[in-house]
């Protein structure tokens, strides 16, 4: 069975710099696109950060600049550099792949920024 496993989220202070990894766990092959997701309280759920299999990158504008989304194939993980953290990027991170047509998903780890 298929887990994935998020890491790195915490309390940082606005401007500051956090890296979120995801990596997989049990057997998932041909993963063609890896996306960050994030959910503030009181919000819906927001697409962040894409990476297809080739590379591309996808970016929702707010965070353009900031944060940068890497994969590792071999090790089927991918990671969010998110730099230059601002109070309103305060939310709850999850990781998800679309692989074998479905989506699988991470629990999601908390980032906080304090003003």
């Known amino acids: 069975q298929v887990q994935l496993v998020e890491s790195g989220g915490g309390l940082v202070q606005a401007g500051g710099s956090l890296r979120l990894s995801c990596a997989a766990s049990?057997?998932?092959?041909?993963?063609?696109?890896m996306y960050w997701y994030r959910q503030a309280p009181g919000k819906e759920r927001e697409l962040v950060a894409t990476?297809?299999?080739?590379?591309?990158?996808y970016y929702v504008d707010s965070v353009k600049g900031r944060f940068a989304i890497s994969r590792d194939n071999a090790k089927n993980k991918v990671s969010l550099q998110m730099d230059t953290l601002k109070p309103e990027d305060t939310a709850v991170y999850s990781c998800?792949?679309?692989?074998?047509?479905?989506?699988?998903w991470g629990q999601g780890t908390q980032v906080t920024v304090s003003s």
């Open positions: 998800a792949y679309w692989a074998g047509s479905r989506y699988y």
């Open positions: 990476i297809t299999n080739g590379g591309t990158t």
């Open positions: 049990g057997s998932i092959f041909s993963i063609d696109a």
